[in-house]
């Protein structure tokens, strides 16, 4: 729900740039100011969101002072938040490899409403299908209908 909600805000804000018929200083900083909205009310880290605000806008200093045209202006700030979006989420940690004949606990803490017990049905399903067996424990004391 979040992330729809969050994709559908970034789709909207990259489509205004799109069809703007003039990129100058003010549609790119109502554009980053948007991005970075809608970014903070899916709860993203204040630091990560000027670092890819500081990207864009360096991006397009080195490539606006040069003789680029509009389309191509457009395509590298919408490769550039794209980037910058892929890097937030990429990670250097390898995921965490279970082996067979021993325990493994894993745990998912998150805010009411993030989809908790759906990622972890997911979760258990897949690993269901893989041949493991699987024990999920419900330790919500809030929500009464988790354990169904």
Same mark, same amino acid.
């Given at each position: 729900m979040v992330l729809a909600e969050l994709g559908a805000k970034l789709t909207q804000a990259l489509r205004k740039l799109n069809n703007t018929t003039v990129v100058d200083e003010k549609i790119l900083n109502e554009m980053?100011? $948007?991005?970075a909205s809608a970014l903070l009310t899916s709860d993203v880290n204040i630091h990560s969101i000027n670092k890819l605000r500081n990207a864009v806008k360096t991006q397009v200093n080195l490539?606006?002072?040069g003789d680029m045209g509009g389309a191509?202006?457009?395509r590298l700030i919408?490769?550039?938040v794209v980037d910058e979006l892929t890097a937030m989420l990429s990670s250097k940690n390898k995921a965490? $490899?279970?082996t067979r004949g021993k325990q493994h606990v894993v745990m998912f803490v998150g805010l009411q409403g993030a989809g908790k017990t759906t990622t972890c049905t997911k979760y258990a399903y897949h690993?269901?299908?893989?041949?493991w067996r699987v024990g999920l424990v419900c330790a919500d004391t809030f929500r009464a209908g988790a354990f169904e």
């Open positions: 980053i100011t $948007e991005i490539h606006m002072s191509n202006l457009r919408t490769k550039t965490p $490899e279970f690993f269901i299908k893989k041949g």
